[in-house]
């Protein structure tokens, strides 16, 4: 397991600024496009149009009650953040583990599922979990229910659902990638463990790895491009890893395809499996014209419109910062 960091980062006053907005602007873009393809999550695209339009979904709109309301998603990036800062916490303690602080903190996720609201007498919960608008449901997959509905740790020797494809370990990954501290292939092992703890397919979990290196070169002020390369780069000595490597490769290939159409990032999605949503997220968020493009790219096609709007969210908050 990872257990050493690069050395230290040092930065000016200008970096940090940088820095602090691409951390903001991944997590708000996650929440964003999460928010944005939750209402539409699983239509159809002519089915999309005949509710919002011609253009389809172009603004946040109404799902669990209410105007942009986010998914499991979002919740479980905030404690894979909630975990990360716990980890950290740890790391002069002699007891560092940075999948066990994770999976503590996905554990607490599971509580908000289960639970009315927040118990006060447990005081080691912490700030995220006393949060009591996160005690909604909000169709969390099979996957995640039964990963962490008991407390035996998935992982990579013995995962929890080793046959799941599925995007949801991929799509709370972003957090990872803002360990800019670490070596990327570092970043990488924590992601792919982690993403074990409820998808326990290599195309899953790889494909949780390769987005969380992504965010760190974006997060690094590499170019998209760069950091798809960086991601292939680092894929390629892992067993399993030729859908997720060929996925990758697809979305820079549709680039050049022509103008960005829906239909386009339907194929790439593919069966909404963790690689092809992804790609499908990679190639929106180099094809968007700006960030509000790409993230309505993301949504308005067949298929998990949630999922891929908030893995757009978390690249284009990565390259763009909060602005």
């Not at 005690?135 to 995640?144: E, K, Q």
């Not at 992982?155 to 799509?171: F, M």
């Not at 290196?213 to 991601?231: P, Y």
């Not at 103008?259 to 690689?275: F, H, W, Y």
């Amino acid at each position: 397991m990872v257990g050493a960091t690069a050395g230290a980062v040092v930065w000016g006053r200008a970096e940090q600024q940088d820095f602090r907005s691409r951390v903001r602007g991944t997590l708000l873009g996650v929440a964003v496009g999460d928010a944005l393809g939750a209402p539409v999550d699983g239509l159809g695209l002519d089915e999309i149009r005949e509710a919002y339009g011609a253009e389809g979904l172009v603004d946040l709109a109404f799902g669990y009650g209410r105007r942009g309301a986010v998914t499991h998603l979002t919740q479980l990036s905030l404690f894979t953040v909630d975990g990360l800062i716990r980890a950290q916490v740890r790391r002069d303690t002699g007891a560092w583990h940075p999948p066990t602080d994770l999976h503590r903190a996905y554990l607490r996720w599971f509580a908000t599922q289960r639970d009315w609201g927040p118990d006060e007498r447990r005081k080691e919960d912490g700030w995220l979990a006393r949060e009591e608008w996160l005690y909604a449901r909000r169709d969390p997959a099979r996957s995640l229910l039964i990963g962490f509905g008991d407390d035996t740790m998935g992982t990579l020797e013995s995962p929890k659902n080793p046959n799941e494809l599925g995007p949801e370990a991929t799509a709370r990954s972003a957090p990872f990638g803002l360990l800019v501290g670490w070596e990327p292939q570092l970043v990488v092992q924590l992601a792919v463990e982690c993403a074990a703890q409820t998808h326990g397919h290599p195309v899953a979990y790889l494909s949780a790895g390769a987005y969380a290196v992504i965010v760190h070169a974006l997060a690094l002020g590499d170019s998209l491009d760069g950091a798809v390369q960086r991601a292939l780069a680092l894929l390629a000595a892992r067993p399993g890893h030729e859908p997720v490597s060929d996925a990758l490769q697809h979305a820079l290939g549709a680039v050049r395809q022509g103008m960005p159409t829906p239909a386009r990032v339907e194929e790439l999605a593919a069966d909404g499996s963790a690689d092809g949503l992804l790609s499908a997220a990679v190639y929106c968020a180099l094809v968007g014209e700006d960030v509000r493009h790409g993230l309505c790219l993301a949504v308005n096609h067949d298929g998990p419109s949630a999922a891929a709007g908030a893995l757009t969210g978390g690249l284009l908050g990565a390259l763009h910062g909060e602005t």
